[in-house]
């Protein structure tokens, strides 16, 4: 069986699940695009396609199963990373801060994906189930690196205060992690990252911008069979399809 999965937690926030996360329960967007998966049908899952609610189909997903089934994880790179085609803007993901992190909590370095749209093969969602607290731990010490080492995020949310003074400890502060990146809203897929570090054997690779195309990739003529459109392009993305125009 292939099971194709959308996330519409951005609208609606999330209550977290562990004792550690307790104190985050009312941050808002938070997605999990892990943890959905246990309310999934998985018995009989085959392959795994998760996609963000901005997307849009422009052929069979079929043919992604198809194309990308040798191995464990298919994303595309996350944009301003150094795989990106746009260039690497370091501020956006620092690789290098990145992989101290990831050495940090004993993890490989995994190289940035964006997970706004990705495939999961070999039954890889029981390991990363299995590490589903990790996606949480690694959120909240994140977070508090942002509070901790203070930069110019371009952020959506803030931490509220009132939270830090009634929940986090003086052991919290020490479990910290530096953030490697100015953009906040990423927090969760940085999480991702981290906890893919801690799979065994982990094997992964990157759509081919020919099959999945992502942000202002979406604008310019294209055959992909998947556009990841970011909801902030969506009406320039919908105003460029024929059967959109009046």
Do not use: K
Request: aromatic share 14%; charged share 20%.
């Amino acid at each position: 069986m292939r099971l194709v999965y959308y996330s519409i937690a951005c609208m609606a926030g999330s209550r977290c699940e562990t004792q550690c996360m307790e104190s985050i329960r009312s941050l808002r967007r938070y997605n999990e695009r892990i943890l959905s998966l246990r309310h999934c049908p998985l018995e009989n899952a085959e392959q795994i396609l998760y996609l963000d609610c901005d997307t849009y189909f422009f052929s069979d997903v079929a043919q992604l199963f198809d194309r990308y089934s040798g191995a464990q994880w298919y994303a595309r790179e996350e944009p301003s990373s150094s795989r990106g085609p746009f260039g690497y803007d370091r501020d956006y993901v620092d690789e290098s801060l990145l992989e101290q992190v990831a050495r940090t909590v004993l993890r490989e370095p995994v190289m940035p994906y964006s997970t706004g749209c990705f495939l999961m093969n070999h039954r890889l969602w029981e390991s990363l189930l299995e590490h589903a607290n990790d996606i949480l731990a690694f959120t909240w010490r994140l977070l508090l690196g942002q509070c901790r080492w203070p930069r110019a995020y371009e952020c959506q949310y803030e931490l509220p205060l009132s939270i830090l003074r009634a929940h986090v400890t003086s052991n919290d502060w020490r479990e910290a992690l530096p953030y490697p990146s100015r953009n906040a809203w990423i927090v969760e897929q940085v999480a991702i990252w981290l906890t893919l570090g801690g799979v065994r054997g982990l094997t992964h690779d990157t759509f081919s911008p020919s099959d999945v195309v992502q942000g202002g990739e979406c604008l310019a003529p294209h055959d992909a069979v998947l556009a990841h459109y970011y909801s902030g392009n969506e009406r320039a993305f919908f105003e460029r399809l024929p059967w959109c125009q009046a």
